[in-house]
């Protein structure tokens, strides 16, 4: 039954309680009303995913199949109702029955199935696949333990574990009839059969896929999609014998280890065992997937011969590389194709999506690790990579570009070489990011085969990022361009230009923001006491923390702040308040310094009287997708300072623009795209540029002497060094800036070099803010020009030229 009333949600609501835990709505916990409405929810959505199904193998349409490690999803309930329709139905439901909505939402936790801007971009993508009408299935891991919660204790972060689904499955229907058998380690045999060879794996553990649907509403459209996370169990029962014998831990052995590979997102492989682990989750979930794509494609068909004309299979970045040799295995061992005919169908069948520019960044696999966990596809991946081989040289003649050009050299498997070999298309996600992949990171590929070689810029979900978490702008939207059409149709947000001299508009505008910083305030005193000031500057970095993201660059500029108050209490025009919002991978120590640092410094700045009213610097705890729904409409800043040339493209950039927040920002990833339709004007441009960043290194980059002979710089670094009055100091960094370390060389990404630069346009950007009409006007231009960064044009740029597929 669709609901189309408060009273029949109330009354699907009381229902759910009473059914599913016993209980009246007077009686019910906000975690149990919380189930409750997913429940409902999902019920509603399920019916319009069967109508889907139905309707795509009916009229038999092409099927996209997108795979990521990562779907960082967030929360689920307030952007299921909003995009159904029913949220404002949904919220007076809940207050008849006596629960306060905003609790009710805040409640549910985050689904972090992923770390940062990757997980992120996929769960966008699969919204907006879904909108445009797409029919597609995202795949992952059902993780246990999504990435983990963080606490600062001591001015140090610690891990904690960050159990999702304890409230989460109440979105997940479980699909245990259509469950997959993974194999793992074994031995290959070769048989003569009816004349065939047949190859077999023998003595192989098994492992259990079981397939748990998180089912995806689209806006303003009947037309669902599912997200299909996979599970991981033992294939085989629990050896009672052990029991009989007081093995209690041996009998439950084999579960855990199968369970182990969909316990945790990215254990940490510093180590042998996380590294075999990791091996074994990405080829568990591939291996799933492309299983359950193959089987239902056959249902249909009835035969393969025709599967990349009704499959497009993305992957999202490197670690679904194996769908490669998997579709071989499938193909040839399974279903009797030739060599020649399988490689034609699955080249023809899967594009990759790169992420990154650092060749430390693209995975690599030590062969003896696949060797024994996974044969036969190490098998396949030698007969892919001798024959790519052959090809290099009869193109080339070279064998320095041959050895660039390998999928296998010096004991190592290159995912990355592997997906652009077996791929029909290769992408980068900003115009810069693609530039640099085709003529340096994949240039002799690119030479090769120009044509796979695409761009499709990175996009958001306007309708989360903008009409769902800030009311205020939405309804300021709404009136200027007629209407809430802009959820469906990004371009009309560009006619929020023609306002830009409207002064009731851009006083509207700046009262919005206002209350928007008001409203963070309240939420972050409540959330971890920290008190902030609506009327000084939020400036914002919200990212995941690694080095070439640059966070010491703006801790350094703070420091210099903090210097310069000393000296004169004056020099801030208006109160600054700088937060961080960041999470370090577990096992990156440089990372987790440079949290620490910034704790010292918040703290030292917190006590220090000089810096009351004028400067303020907070690190947000536990940043995730549900805390930057309530940071991004309070931005005013945002800071986007990666090292040119470094980050492929960012997402929080488009997030913190749709919002209205002005950049600082190097002309880096997707923040070129951004220049191109904001222009100098519009935003606070600084630093090297790629190609001058890549000369000065070529050409003999010295930190130490820049050091020597800028006092400013000197100043600030000594100063980090020393620490900041809490018994710590920060020679590590002082030292890695100025030395190098850990086999970087010194100032790897360019802080120093780019420093004053910062300070300059740190320095416009106080001076602007000082022109309340100025400011408001350029909020105003980014919002009308941030419809290019909508995930709907990136969705439908794949979907025209690398799958090939019909949408809305």
């Known amino acids: 039954m669709t609901i189309s009333s408060t009273v029949e949600m109330e009354r699907a609501l009381v229902d759910k309680l009473m059914i599913h835990f016993g209980k009246t709505a007077e009686e019910a916990s906000d975690s149990e009303m919380v189930k409750a409405c997913a429940l409902v929810i999902r019920d509603q959505m399920a019916v319009r995913e069967v109508e889907t199904r139905k309707k795509t193998l009916k009229d038999k349409k092409k099927q996209v199949h997108y795979l990521s490690l990562e779907f960082l999803m967030g929360r689920s309930l307030m952007k299921n109702a909003f995009n159904l329709g029913i949220l ?41 696949m879904t909108t445009l009408e797409i029919p597609a299935t995202g795949y992952s891991i059902c993780y246990e333990l999504g990435i983990f919660k963080q606490k600062i204790i001591d001015g140090q972060q610690v891990e904690l574990p960050d159990n999702w689904r304890s409230i989460g499955d109440a979105w997940l229907l479980p699909k245990p009839e259509e469950s997959e058998e993974i194999l793992f380690g074994g031995e290959v045999h070769e048989y003569w059969e009816n004349g065939k060879n047949r190859v077999v794996l023998e003595n192989a553990t098994k492992v259990t896929a079981v397939p748990c649907d998180m089912i995806i509403a689209g806006y303003n459209t009947r037309h669902s999609n599912v997200l299909r996370l996979w599970d991981a169990k033992s294939s085989n029962p629990v050896d009672m014998s052990f029991y009989s014998r007081g093995e209690y831990v041996k009998a439950v052995e084999e579960q855990a280890m199968a369970e182990s590979i969909a316990k945790v997102l990215y254990p940490e492989d510093k180590h042998s065992e996380g590294k075999s682990l990791r091996l074994k989750q990405q080829y568990f979930f591939v291996s799933a997937t492309i299983q359950s794509i193959v089987r239902k494609h056959l249902a249909v068909y009835g035969t393969l011969d025709n599967f990349h004309e009704k499959n497009a299979i993305q992957i999202n970045d490197t670690h679904p590389t194996l769908v490669i040799p998997e579709l071989m295995r499938l193909f040839m061992d399974e279903h009797g194709m030739s060599w020649d005919k399988a490689w034609s169908i699955t080249t023809k069948s899967v594009a990759y999506t790169n992420h990154t520019v650092m060749w430390e960044a693209l995975e690599r696999w030590p062969q003896g690790l696949i060797t024994r966990r996974l044969p036969r596809i190490w ?268 980050e492929a493209s960012g997402t929080g950039n488009m997030k913190f623009m749709i919002n209205g927040a002005l950049t600082i920002g190097t002309l880096d990833g997707a923040n070129v795209e951004m220049h191109e339709v904001l222009g100098d004007e519009n935003m606070f441009l600084f630093g090297l540029h790629a190609d001058e960043v890549v000369s000065l290194k070529r050409e003999g980059y010295n930190p130490q002497r820049i050091y020597s002979q800028d006092e400013r710089i000197r100043r600030v670094l000594d100063r980090i060094r020393d620490g900041f009055g809490d018994g710590e100091r920060y020679e590590d960094l002082y030292n890695r800036l100025l030395m190098g370390a850990g086999g970087s060389s010194a100032d790897d990404f360019m802080l120093i070099a780019d420093f004053n630069s910062y300070l300059d346009a740190q320095h416009r950007m106080q001076e602007t803010y000082l022109d309340r009409e100025l400011w408001n006007r350029m909020s105003l231009h980014n919002i009308a020009r941030a419809d290019i960064f909508a995930a709907d044009r990136a969705i439908a740029q794949y979907a025209d030229n690398i799958w090939h597929v019909n949408h809305k």
């Open 88 to 128: 404002d139905t949904l919220k007076d439901a809940l207050r008849n029955l006596g629960f306060n909505a905003s609790d009710i939402f805040e409640t549910e936790p985050d689904a972090a199935l992923g770390n940062g801007g990757l997980g992120r971009l996929a769960a966008c993508y699969l919204e907006s």
């Open 379 to 646: 098998q396949i991946i030698v007969e892919i990579a001798k024959r790519w081989q052959r090809q290099c040289e009869e193109f080339y003649h070279d064998d320095s570009k041959v050895k660039e050009l390998a999928i296998i050299w010096d004991g190592e498997v290159r995912m990355a070489n592997l997906c652009v070999a077996g791929g029909m298309a290769v992408n980068g996600v900003s115009a810069l990011h693609s530039d640099i992949l085709k003529n340096d990171v994949f240039k002799y590929f690119y030479q090769m085969t120009p044509e796979k070689f695409q761009n499709v810029t990175n996009g958001i979900d306007h309708r989360r990022w903008l009409g769902e978490i800030n009311p205020g702008l939405d309804k300021l939207v709404r009136e200027r361009t007629g209407g809430g059409n802009y959820l469906s149709v990004p371009s009309e947000l560009r006619k929020l230009d023609k306002y830009a001299d409207d002064k009731e508009v851009l006083d509207r505008l700046e009262k919005v923001k206002l209350e928007n910083k008001k409203s963070f305030a309240d939420y972050i005193f409540k959330e971890q006491g920290v008190v902030l000031d609506p009327n000084s500057i939020f400036d914002v970095q919200a990212k995941r923390l690694h080095e070439y993201k640059r966070q010491l660059l703006n801790v350094m500029h703070i420091v210099y702040l903090y210097q310069s108050l000393h000296e004169d209490p004056n020099v801030i025009s208006t109160p600054q308040t700088f937060l961080f919002g960041a999470k370090a991978a577990p096992g990156y120590d440089v990372a987790k310094r440079i949290i620490r640092l910034i704790n010292s410094l918040a703290a030292a700045i917190d006590k220090d009287p000089v810096c009351k009213d004028r400067l303020k610097v907070a690190f947000l705890e536990n940043y995730r997708v549900s805390l930057a729904e309530h940071l991004m409409p309070a931005a005013e800043v945002s800071e986007q300072i990666s090292t040119a040339g470094k």
